[in-house]
C-alpha cells in the first residue's frame, strides 16, 4: 500500500498535522468559546446579584415607608380623638348655655311683664311702693292687691328667686 508517488509516511505525516493543527485550532477556538461562556456566567452572576442587592433596598425603604405612614397615622388617629372630645365637650357646654340663656330668656320676659303690669298701675315705675305700702299683701304664691280700685291681682311669683338648674346630664340623653 504505497502512495503513487513512493512517499507514504510523508503523506500520513503532513495528514496528521493538518489534523493536528486543525484540532489545535478547534481546541483554541473552543477555549475561547469556554472562556467568552465563562465571563457571560460571570457577568450574569454579578447582574443578578445587583439585582437581587436593588430589590433587597427596595424592599427595606419600602418597609420603612410602611413603617412612617403607621406611626404618622397612629399621630393622626390620635389628634383626631383627642379633637373629637374636646369637639363633645364644647358641644355639651354649648347645649347648657344654651338652655341656660332660654330660662334667662323667659325669665327676662317674665320679669318685663311684670314690670310692665305694675307700671300700668300708675303709669310710673314709683307704682310698685305705692302699690306696696297701700296694703299690698304678700303671701306665698298669691301677691293680692287691695286699694280703693278694688282691683285683684294673682301670679306665681316663687320662681323669680330659682336658681338655674341645667347640667349637661339633663339636655343630653344619649
Not at 57 to 78: C, G, P, W, Y
Not at 93 to 114: F, H, K, T
Request: overall charge negative; hydrophobic content about 35%; glycine content about 6%.
Amino acid at each position: 500500500m504505497s502512495s503513487p508517488g513512493g512517499n507514504s509516511s510523508s503523506g500520513t505525516t503532513s495528514t496528521t498535522q493538518i489534523q493536528n493543527s486543525s484540532s489545535e485550532g478547534d481546541l483554541q477556538q473552543v477555549l475561547a468559546i469556554d472562556e467568552r461562556k465563562r465571563k457571560r456566567m460571570q457577568s450574569n452572576r454579578e447582574a443578578a446579584r445587583r439585582s437581587r442587592m436593588r430589590k433587597q433596598k427596595h424592599l427595606d425603604d419600602l418597609m420603612a415607608q410602611v413603617n412612617t405612614l403607621r406611626r404618622e397615622n397612629s399621630q393622626i388617629m390620635s389628634t383626631i380623638n383627642i379633637t373629637t372630645q374636646k369637639f363633645s365637650n364644647v358641644e355639651a357646654e354649648n347645649c347648657v348655655l344654651r338652655a341656660q340663656m332660654a330660662e334667662l330668656s323667659q325669665r327676662l320676659e317674665s320679669l318685663d311683664e311684670i314690670l310692665n303690669l305694675m307700671n300700668s298701675f300708675n303709669g310710673d315705675t314709683g307704682a310698685c311702693d305705692t302699690y306696696l305700702e297701700s296694703g299690698a299683701v304678700a303671701g306665698g304664691d298669691m301677691l293680692v292687691y287691695s286699694n280703693n280700685n278694688s282691683w285683684n291681682m294673682n301670679m306665681n311669683m316663687g320662681y323669680l328667686n330659682q336658681p338655674i338648674m341645667a347640667s349637661a346630664a339633663d339636655i343630653f340623653q344619649y
